[in-house]
């Protein structure tokens, strides 16, 4: 099992961007599933982005072209690049990495968008 912990987040205004980061304290290269997800408050969480253990990226209808998900192997790393911001992207998010043997979350990073 690993642990994740999330950066990254902040204010920013509609039509920012920002750069989330998740570190895993362990090496994520064979983990079947790496990816973000969000929790506006009063919802549910939802997935925004995942990425699998080839590389293959999935994403939300609501951010695709928006948002981009990678990952660093090498550094034990996963990042949600975020553009064109709007308010409705306002939410806690977590990062998650999932395989047949363990689960793990993030604590989460909060972003806020406003004017």
């Known amino acids: 099992q690993v642990q994740l912990v999330e950066s990254g987040g902040g204010w920013v205004q509609p039509g920012g961007s920002l750069r989330l980061s998740c570190a895993a304290s362990?090496?994520?290269?064979?983990?079947?599933?790496m990816g973000w997800y969000r929790q506006a408050p009063g919802k549910q969480r939802r997935v925004v982005a995942v990425?699998?253990?080839?590389?293959?990226?999935n994403y939300a209808e609501s951010v695709k072209g928006r948002f981009t998900i990678s990952k660093d192997n090498a550094k034990n790393m996963v990042y949600l690049q975020m553009n064109s911001l709007q308010p409705e992207d306002t939410a806690v998010y977590s990062c998650n990495a999932w395989s047949p043997r363990f689960v793990s979350w993030g604590q989460g990073t909060q972003v806020t968008v406003s004017s």
């Open positions: 990425i699998t253990s080839d590389d293959s990226p």
């Open positions: 362990g090496s994520i290269k064979n983990i079947d599933v």
